[in-house]
């Protein structure tokens, strides 16, 4: 068995577990930091969702916010999804390639819902950075930090 096709499915399950991780914004939220102490500190990783997310008629959602990150060995992604009225039911929007170079970076996402149709108001968001880390020749998902926020999807 050649080893292309493996690591194509690790890839693609590493890219379809951060399209299940969403976005957060200025409203009530929780952050996460998911790295082991000695490697990541609250104030030295973060990721922002701004407050409101676009919707438009097709159903395309873009969200976007802010990120900071270090120590990165590997390839890094912001990836973002979005909820309503089901927190059991997410939709991915996108991933952007992130810098990991301890400085403040905008972040945008978008993706189009196919699923089930997204309306314009209230709606979940949760945002992660995520980390493709070398083990043992394969890529393994590492999580620097992920934050979960309410915010407003408005037309446009």
């Not at 299940?20 to 200025?26: D, E, R």
Request: hydrophobic fraction near 40%; aromatic fraction near 4%.
């Amino acid at each position: 068995m050649s080893l292309r096709p493996v690591l194509a499915t690790a890839l693609g399950s590493a890219a379809l577990l951060c399209a299940a991780v969403g976005p957060a914004t200025a409203a009530p939220a929780e952050s996460v930091t998911a790295a082991p102490a000695e490697s990541v500190t609250a104030s030295a990783e973060s990721v922002t969702v701004d407050a409101t997310g676009r919707l438009a008629d097709d159903g395309t959602v873009t969200l976007s916010g802010t990120y900071t990150c270090t120590d990165a060995t590997g390839p890094v992604f912001v990836s973002s999804s979005v909820s309503q009225d089901s927190p059991t039911s997410r939709h991915g929007v996108g991933g952007t390639r992130a810098v990991c170079d301890g400085a403040e970076h905008h972040w945008e996402n978008t993706g189009k819902v196919t699923s089930e149709k997204l309306e314009p108001g209230a709606a979940r968001v949760e945002a992660t950075i995520m980390e493709l880390r070398p083990a043992g020749g394969l890529p393994l998902p590492f999580f620097h930090v992920a934050r979960q926020q309410d915010i407003k999807l408005a037309k446009g």
